[in-house]
């Protein structure tokens, strides 16, 4: 499938998730995300109707702000961690450095997580739920035998004839394995050639109700290249 290439840029408060100047609002379905991401993403999921697949997306552009709740909450031990496998992890038992990789794990951190950029879906079939179970995006979902085997078998045929690929396939020691995460390669990779982590390091340091913030800023480095740069 073809696509004229368009020019993308991106500012610091786009990549950080201060600025939503980049991305549109959709009702049907209901998410966020730049204009050609998302004319990318209509056309995968017309593709999907027509084999009988209700490709949904289930998270898109995030905020800072959104971001940071999700990061307090983990950090502070009132949301549940979960390891490479999904299964829980107790928070009491970790060292500071074990809770920020445990986060990340799942979870992108404020300011550099690809939710910022407009790029990335998350994706389930609302065909393949059974009535009154709910998504929950761990790896059983996705296993063979899982709910959306099917799902994900079809997304291997097709997501890159539409210009999306998988940055979580494998584990890179950033995040797990995500094979719902879909990212849009060419908007994405300017993204990611933009941010730098003196953006990063500013905006952090300005987020004053940030939980671990300066150790966060202690282990930016290493974050930079595990978390955010090693995609596959």
């Known amino acids: 499938m073809e696509r004229r290439a368009q020019a993308v840029s991106f500012d610091a408060f786009e990549l950080t998730g201060r600025a939503r100047t980049h991305v549109r609002q959709f009702a049907t379905p209901r998410f966020a995300a730049r204009p050609e991401v998302a004319d990318a993403f209509l056309a995968l999921r017309a593709q999907a109707l027509l084999d009988g697949i209700d490709l949904l997306p289930i998270a898109s552009w995030r ?33 500071p450095q074990e809770l920020v990789w445990a986060i990340l794990g799942w979870s992108g951190l404020p300011g550099a997580t690809r939710r910022h950029w407009g790029t990335d879906i998350d994706v389930w079939d609302r065909n393949a739920l059974p009535p009154g179970q709910r998504t929950q ?11 959306y085997e099917r799902l994900h078998a079809w997304l291997d045929l097709h997501i890159e004839a539409y210009g999306f690929f998988r940055p979580y396939r ?56 595990c978390h955010v740069r090693n995609v596959d």
Do not use: C
Request: glycine share 8%; charged share 20%.
């Open 63 to 95: 905020p800072f702000e959104a971001q940071l709740r999700i990061w307090n909450r983990k950090f502070a031990g009132a949301a549940t961690l979960r390891d490479i496998h999904g299964l829980p992890i107790e928070h009491a038992a970790l060292s």
């Open 170 to 225: 494998s584990y890179r020691r950033g995040m797990f394995p995500e094979l719902w995460h879909l990212s849009f390669a060419s908007s994405a990779r300017v993204a990611l050639e933009t941010f730098d982590i003196d953006m990063l390091a500013d905006t952090i340091r300005a987020a004053d109700g940030m939980l671990g913030r300066e150790l966060v800023l202690e282990m930016l480095p290493e974050i930079m290249a």
């Open 137 to 147: 995006l761990l790896p059983h979902e996705v296993a063979p035998g899982g709910v």
